[in-house]
């Protein structure tokens, strides 16, 4: 062969169609319709993608605003139109668009193309509505919607392949969503933020994953056992305390009572406020054998219901390997007097012993007399303990000092124990 043939060939040009699939799939939507120019053998081979991303760098970028989204627009249509075969995966991303009549006739035609993977993001302004043909989209495993209106028809039976399911900022009623929620039997991942005021039970017996941020007066676990990830943020309104102090039930029970796989259990603010209210539900029904990650954020050491909930979940955790826990302590000046410290020998099994915990993490610590038991009986009861990072309050000045003297005094059951304080 010689020099000129070799660089006559077109190496890439005569890859497999799968192959150059797989390359455009790296490149942003608006480079792969771009290799049409290439060559007559380039023109359109970009056209059997069946993973479709648009954002706003598909288009080039100016102060007019309406130009950008009229170029959008355009150019999202006459990608469609040119497409041939099925569309798996369709994802528009934009602050340019939001109740743009051309995403109907969109959603209308992915519904006819063996859609999977659907994401909207859509921005500020009013908030788009879902058309109806969404729900005919019969072969989703992945719903993404922000920022829209959602409400499914009488007669719709749900999706019987979503796997993945996010609502973010999605306006529907709260029974559409728990009949969404039961109508998915294959629904392994949850996601609902900024939900607003929602009283909320979970039937989903697949279901691992499970991501909740919002105004939530109620959340009952009802069928979730092979739920492994937990991660909550409740938010406080006026109403919502107001119905937590009417509530008689146990929230642990209804929240925690049903998840023996869970692996990782986050808790954000107000969550172990709402797992302490209602009946004291004494020596829990179940063991979390399999719960090896626990955070808790902004936890009241002054709420003794609170500190039972921290309690009864590390007690119950026996392959614990990580804690991570932050106060919120709201006075500085507390004595041991005001407090029943006898709780922790009452409360704690004699016999209570964290044989996996390695790692633990306390921040926002004001070393009221709780948070100093809850260290002590940490480190006196975790044989292989390796880190115990303590970080006091930033309001904490005068006493920082003392609190340290005595953590330096309390037993440590794990030689290798070492207590990191952090200074602000």
């Known amino acids: 062969m010689k020099m000129g043939d070799v660089a006559a060939l077109d190496l890439i040009s005569d890859l497999p169609q799968s192959i150059i699939e797989i390359i455009f799939t790296y490149l942003p939507i608006r480079d792969a319709v771009r290799t049409s120019m290439l060559s007559t053998k380039w023109r359109y081979r970009w056209a059997t993608l069946t993973e479709l991303v648009f954002d706003g760098t598909c288009v080039t970028l100016c102060n007019d605003r309406a130009l950008v989204e009229k170029s959008i627009v355009n150019f999202i249509t006459r990608t469609l139109f040119l497409h041939q075969g099925p569309i798996h995966k369709f994802q528009l991303s934009t602050t340019y668009l939001q109740c743009c009549p051309d995403i109907d006739q969109w959603l209308l035609f992915l519904s006819r193309n063996d859609i999977k993977e659907l994401i909207l993001e859509l921005g500020e302004g009013e908030w788009f509505r879902v058309p109806s043909c969404l729900f005919n989209c019969k072969k989703l495993t992945r719903l993404e919607l922000h920022r829209c209106e959602f409400d499914p028809p009488p007669n719709f039976k749900g999706f019987s392949s979503l796997r993945s399911l996010n609502l973010h900022q999605v306006l529907v009623a709260p029974e559409a969503i728990e009949s969404l929620i039961s109508s998915c039997p294959a629904l392994e991942s949850l996601s609902l933020t900024y939900s ?16 909740l941020e919002g105004e939530f007066k109620d959340v009952c676990l009802e069928n979730t056992p092979l739920l492994v990830e937990i991660s909550v943020a409740m938010y406080m309104t006026d109403d919502i305390a107001e119905h937590f102090e009417q509530s008689s039930s146990c929230n642990f ?4 009572g049903g998840v023996p796989l869970l692996n990782k259990l986050v808790g954000y603010i107000y969550f172990t406020k709402y797992l302490s209210i209602g009946a004291d539900p004494g020596r829990l029904p179940i063991t979390y054998s399999q719960l090896k990650i626990i955070e808790l954020h902004q936890v009241s050491f002054e709420d003794m219901k609170e500190i039972m909930v921290v309690i009864r979940l590390i007690t119950n955790s026996p392959i614990l390997t990580e804690l991570k826990v932050s106060g919120s302590s709201n006075s500085l000046a507390a004595t041991e007097e005001e407090y029943d410290l006898d709780l922790w020998e009452k409360e704690c099994p004699s016999d209570c012993s964290f044989n996996h915990l390695k790692f633990v993490k306390m921040t926002d610590i004001a070393g009221v007399p709780h948070e100093m038991e809850l260290i002590k009986f940490l480190l006196k009861n975790s044989p292989v303990l390796e880190t115990m990072s303590i970080t006091p309050c930033v309001f904490l000045k005068d006493r920082k000092l003392s609190m340290l003297i005595e953590l330096v005094r309390f037993r ?11 200074q602000n």
């Open 196 to 211: 607003d005021s929602l009283d909320l039970n979970i039937n989903a017996p697949n279901l691992k994953y499970l991501y």
């Open 253 to 256: 029970i209804k929240f925690l």
């Open 412 to 422: 440590r059951a794990s030689d290798q124990a070492e207590i990191v304080f952090v």
